[in-house]
């Protein structure tokens, strides 16, 4: 007899189904019967976990917005130096892209920011809570003279971030038709020269 999935296991297998289903074709073609046959499950175990769409894009949001949050937040408080930090949170998310091409077409929906007020407000917010925790690893940088010194750490948060972000945009654009590591590898060694 298998073994039955915890409610846990069971609400990311869904998470993970419905990035699947965003990551090939869009926040429009997510509905519960396609998240149920991309998991494997019947609707009628999706709705034993989340009350609806809604529900679920909530959950979606939570999970790219925590990815991304706990991971850079981590990397921060760590014992290494500002420039290697930053380099690690850089290719961490980039990875996550990569993993989750669902993500960026969840991110950049209009469907999320039209559709979804909340949804777009509470995705900005880890966004800027993103933003700071690079600024401050940034600052760091300047301080142990390991970055030059009159650069502004939050404008250079914001080049960093739009390094990734606008590669992932790139990259959903074109349908995933170049790959992203080595553009992101030619972003990084550019962004270097510019504040070493």
């Not at 009159?150 to 590669?167: K, N, V, W, Y």
């Not at 170049?178 to 550019?190: D, G, T, Y």
Request: neutral net charge; charged residues 20%; aromatic residues 8%.
């Amino acid at each position: 007899m298998l073994e039955k999935k915890s409610t846990r296991v069971r609400k990311e297998e869904i998470i993970q189904a419905a990035l699947e289903v965003v990551g090939k074709n869009g926040v429009r073609a997510l509905t519960i019967a396609a998240i149920a046959a991309s998991a494997g499950m019947s609707e009628a175990n999706i709705y034993r976990h989340f009350s609806g769409k809604d529900d679920i894009y909530s959950a979606v949001a939570e999970f790219i917005g925590s990815s991304v949050m706990s991971n850079a937040s981590a990397i921060a408080g760590g014992s290494r130096k500002p420039l290697e930090k930053l380099e690690t949170i850089y290719f961490s998310h980039v990875a996550l892209i990569i993993e989750h091409p669902g993500i960026p077409r969840f991110v950049f929906s209009d469907d999320i920011h039209l559709g979804q007020r909340n949804l777009a407000d509470t995705l900005a917010q880890r966004i800027g809570n993103y933003i700071e925790t690079i600024t401050g690893v940034i600052a760091a940088g300047i301080a142990e003279g390991d970055l030059k010194p009159g650069l502004s750490p939050r404008e250079t948060a914001l080049t960093l971030l739009g390094m990734i972000q606008f590669t992932a945009l790139r990259w959903t654009i074109s349908n995933a038709s170049f790959e992203i590591r080595p553009e992101a590898e030619k972003l990084w060694q550019n962004f270097l020269i510019l504040v070493r």
